[in-house]
């Protein structure tokens, strides 16, 4: 079964920072993994598949790469609206345990 | 476009079995064209997967829980799979959530409490 670990955990950062978050699969994916931003009291959103086609209306601020094993999630310039927590997910399978992004 | 709904009874008592239905519009659960999923978030925590089912494949579960669950397509007209969930406890209280890879709905909340 496929684990996803997710790092950091947690991060603060300022506005107009650029924010990087990782996620390792324990085996090959290959380029299938999503990327959900999920804000509070709402469900998740996806931002990205396929490790990095951004979904209709997310800002370009957003990146995503990587293939295989390791895959990343990029904040090119921090924005107020991003606070929210980040999920990797193998598609159809298991989620990363989470990155919350703050405002510093 | 896909969309996905929740629905099902938002109390279950412990060691009772909580029966959820995910109602689907956009697609069709019998086409193949897509894995159906669930996931459940537990207040204050991650998202945790706890499995997903294919037309054309057996359904796949979490180790976690795959000992207590079922979820399965709905083979009749109603365009809908299913989560069944047995002997609850208190700490299968969570939002549950049907999605594909790519589109989420909205999420129950199911409480287990007497």
């Known amino acids: 079964d496929i684990q996803m670990t997710q790092s950091p955990s947690s991060l603060s950062a300022s506005v107009g920072d650029r924010v990087t978050i990782t996620c390792r699969a324990s085996q090959i994916i290959a380029h299938y993994l999503t990327w959900h931003q999920q804000k509070p009291g709402r469900p998740p959103k996806v931002l990205m598949t396929a490790a990095s086609t951004l979904q209709s209306g997310v800002p370009s601020r957003f990146s995503g790469s990587g293939s295989g094993t390791d895959f990343t999630l990029t904040i090119s310039s921090l924005q107020p609206e991003d606070v929210a927590t980040y999920y990797c997910q193998s598609y159809n399978s298991a989620f990363g345990g989470g990155t919350k992004v703050e405002i510093k | 476009q896909v969309q996905l709904q929740e629905s099902g009874p938002g109390l279950v008592k412990p060691s009772q079995t909580l029966s959820l239905t995910c109602t689907v519009s956009g697609a069709s659960v019998s086409s193949g064209n897509y894995y159906w999923n669930w996931i459940r978030q537990p207040a204050g925590k991650g998202l945790e997967w706890i499995g997903r089912?294919?037309?054309?494949?057996?359904?796949?579960y979490n180790p976690a829980v795959k000992d207590r669950v079922t979820i399965s397509i709905d083979t009749s007209w109603t365009n809908q799979f299913s989560l069944s969930l047995r002997s609850v406890t208190a700490a299968d209280t969570a939002v549950y959530y049907c999605a594909t890879f790519d589109v989420w709905g909205r999420g129950t909340l199911v409480t287990v409490s007497s």
């Open positions: 089912v294919h037309m054309s494949e057996g359904p796949k």
